[in-house]
């Protein structure tokens, strides 16, 4: 037992005292050094048989627990990994035959313990409050789900109102459809990200593969499907989260309502919207070759394809694509095109390399290549004429040498553009010269922002970076207040960093606590030490810290910050909901030449055919003189360095800026090491990608998080009212509508996501109020 003990805590010692003397040197904590050569010496004392090896161990526990809450106070998940393996390993020492000789000291010891423990438990407790709730809202108008975001102004908001906080909890499945696109093919990955539409009677979607189909909104009961004869070898990012409705202005003898989509091999379709049968009149017999003028045969396949639904204002019909990132300097244009919704006529083209030539290319040019893009839904206003595309930024993300003014001026911004002409009417930069893959993933929000007596028609636009930008949607000019402020400068040769960035000073800040080293995490001293070490062998200066040759920390991360499911808008109450992340990034460009070594090749490189799989997530961006590795900073076990929480919902007031709530989302059950879900009941805040909506009856729903589950929220104070697991994660927008029986309905795609580890399913889920 005393040898047991003794090897223990000298592994124990060893693996704090020698990463802790590392950890020192770089500036870091002198604490795991210290306590690791202490316990190294109750070790020697424990081997033997000594009780005074027990008391010293006892007396760096209890400067470990000083120390702890020094650091981060009374915080139980920052506060587990310093705390639970040193105090285990205490308890054991209590029941050698030594420390059972030792009553009173034991006695004191397991008080102390369960004392502290009361003392966490009590700090994590959700503080008093009186319940509140909203009187629901007279519920007038449609109870269609016409556009991807509800309405064309994406507010993501139902005056629906049968479904109240004080009845919410009997919600049950009314009914369940799936898609038949469970399993992936080898040309793309499959994500069912879908927000269906509910019109005239029917509810409208599609799946990853670009099937369309049309269900009876009661039952699920499938009406019509479109199986769309996709060229797999074309087949791009398997994603499609919505289509797009259309009524025919006039008499219009072939599809007079319609069904216009991009498919994952690069087309745009239209189907009739009673049958499902392609519209003859559209493009060439019911759909349009998105490849033409796009210089395709120059890239791999699967470079592009369009994933999310085309806007379509005062008849036009504006679509964008995905776009590959980080593969090289060389990659398909990010050209925006604006259609005839009734023929498929290309009426503009917006290429922001040729931002003022709204023609297609001659025979044999194309468009410019590796331009900045709109992947995200894009936003439409028809009173005003106007149609306006969240803009990422040109290939590759993290390297701008080659970057010309105008796709510079374009990249990560809104740019509004006239819907007849394809005419630039204004642009909003986001992030100047963007570095960091924040690329605009929110569709825009169209609002009516109170000013004085009367309302600007107003765009919010969230951000990666957090940010909530308010602006005038005639002009583009800031509604709330907006600072220039500076940032760090570049250590990389002739990249032309901009100095300052924009922060949305009248709207609270949603990109996380700047980090420091007691932030970091782990399951452990030993993970949590790893960390630490990581985090002092970085370049670590806040927001836009910018890459080097060598390691930095980004924050946030790739997911924002908020990410592709955007804001909702309560538009009688003007409150915004907003979910967000604030999962830091760990990236590092590295030579060519080292590339080359790891085998980060492109699709189109002779090389890549029979090469061993690169040892890390990286990418070649080629053309450049760098090669990129970038992936969440976590530990060894793939749980986050930095401490919880990871994931937040809050709601803010349009009209004074003022946060109103802010919670953690989501608990930690499929939270673990190696991405085992441990099941584990706390709230803890987890990663979310998908968005929510809000109703009339006072409530928010959203599924979006890593545990899977789908939740309805009091709008009122964000208290969660009733919850329901699904099959796999909803990373998806959800909706509702009034079905052909009166009553309200809310419908969420469960689809999981691998990156998240939420599994595989397509299944679109209803709910109803038990009957």
Not at 322 to 336: K, Q, S, T, W
Not at 513 to 522: I, S
Request: glycine share 12%; net charge negative.
């Amino acid at each position: 037992m005393y040898l047991l003990t003794a090897l223990l805590l000298v592994a124990t010692g060893l693996g704090m005292a020698a990463p802790g003397l590392y950890l020192a040197a770089l500036g870091g904590s002198l604490y795991y050094a210290i306590a690791g050569l202490l316990i190294l010496v109750c070790a020697w004392l424990v081997w033997k048989r000594r009780g005074s090896g027990i008391v010293l161990y006892w007396l760096v526990f209890a400067g470990t627990i000083a120390w702890s809450l020094w650091e981060v106070g009374l915080d139980g998940w920052a506060l587990m990994p310093r705390l639970v393996f040193l105090g285990v390993g205490g308890i054991w020492l209590l029941f050698l035959p030594a420390g059972r000789n030792m009553s009173a000291f034991r006695v004191a010891a397991l008080a102390a313990c369960v004392l502290l423990i009361g003392a966490v438990m009590y700090a994590e407790l959700p503080g008093e409050h009186d319940a509140r709730t909203f009187q629901p809202v007279a519920a007038g108008g449609s109870g269609d789900w016409k556009e991807y975001g509800k309405s064309q102004g994406a507010t993501r908001y139902s005056p629906l109102a049968e479904i109240t906080p004080a009845n919410v909890d009997r919600l049950d499945v009314a009914w369940t459809y799936h898609t038949g696109d469970y399993a992936p093919d080898k040309h793309s990955a499959h994500q069912l990200e879908l927000t269906p539409l509910m019109v005239d009677g029917l509810l409208y979607g599609c799946d990853a593969h670009t099937a369309v189909f049309a269900l009876d909104p009661d039952t699920g009961r499938q009406v019509w499907r479109h199986d769309t004869k996709i060229d797999a070898a074309m087949g791009g990012r398997g994603v499609c989260r919505g289509v797009s409705y259309y009524r025919a202005p006039g008499p219009v003898d072939v599809c007079p309502t319609r069904i216009l989509v991009g498919t994952v091999d690069n087309r745009l379709i239209a189907l009739d919207a009673k049958t499902g049968k392609s519209c003859s009149d559209f493009g060439d017999n019911g759909s349009v070759d998105l490849s033409d003028g796009e210089g395709l045969s120059r890239f791999a396949s699967g470079w592009i394809n369009p994933t999310s639904p085309p806007a379509i204002v005062n008849g036009v019909a504006v679509i964008g694509s995905y776009i590959i990132d980080n593969a090289a300097v060389n990659v398909p244009p990010g050209v925006i095109r604006g259609y005839d919704a009734v023929t498929g006529k290309l009426k503009w083209a917006f290429d922001p390399g040729r931002p003022y030539d709204h023609a297609p290319p001659p025979p044999g040019q194309s468009y410019m290549a590796s331009t900045p893009n709109s992947w995200p839904p894009i936003t439409g206003d028809d009173a005003l004429g106007l149609v306006y595309l969240p803009m990422g930024n040109g290939s590759p993300d993290y390297y701008g040498k080659f970057r010309t003014a105008e796709t510079d001026r374009y990249s990560t911004a809104v740019v509004a553009l006239d819907a007849q002409t394809g005419a630039v009417s204004w642009v909003f930069q986001a992030v100047h010269h963007d570095l960091w893959d924040y690329d605009l993933a929110a569709q825009p929000v169209l609002a009516d922002f109170p000013e004085g007596d009367h309302t600007v028609p107003a765009l919010i636009q969230a951000t990666k970076t957090g940010q909530l930008f308010v602006l005038d949607r005639r002009t583009g000019n800031p509604l709330t207040r907006v600072e220039e402020r500076p940032v760090p400068p570049s250590t990389i040769p002739e990249e032309p960093l901009s100095p300052t960035q924009p922060y949305s000073i009248g709207m609270p800040d949603f990109s996380g606590p700047r980090l420091t080293e007691a932030d970091m995490w782990g399951i452990s001293p030993f993970d949590q030490l790893y960390c630490r070490i990581k985090f002092k062998g970085a370049r670590y200066d806040g927001m836009y810290t910018p890459l080097r040759l060598g390691a930095s920390i980004r924050t946030p991360g790739e997911l924002g910050g908020i990410d592709w499911g955007s804001v909702s808008l309560d538009e009688k109450r003007g409150i915004v909901i907003v979910n967000s992340n604030i999962m830091a990034d760990y990236d590092e460009l590295i030579t060519r030449a080292q590339a080359d070594s790891e085998h980060l090749f492109t699709a189109m490189d002779p090389r890549a055919k029979g090469a061993p799989k690169p040892p890390q997530r990286g990418a070649a961006m080629e053309g450049t003189p760098y090669g990129l590795h970038f992936d969440g900073f976590r530990t060894p076990l793939g749980i986050p360095c930095q401490r919880p929480p990871y994931g937040y919902l809050s709601a803010v007031d349009l009209k004074s800026g003022k946060l109103l709530w802010q919670h953690t989302l989501g608990n930690a059950s499929n939270s673990g090491p190696f991405g085992i879900g441990l099941g584990l009941p706390f709230q803890l805040g987890v990663p979310n990608i998908g968005g929510s909506i809000v109703t009339g009856g006072g409530l928010v729903f959203i599924g979006a998080t890593q545990d899977k589950y789908f939740r309805a929220v009091n709008e009122a104070d964000g208290r969660v009212l009733w919850e329901v697991k699904l099959p796999a994660g909803g990373h998806a927008t959800p909706m509702t509508y009034r079905g052909k029986d009166g009553h309200q309905y809310v419908l969420i795609a469960a689809g999981g996501n691998g990156g998240f580890g939420t599994g595989k399913d397509d299944a679109l889920i209803a709910y109803r109020l038990k009957q």
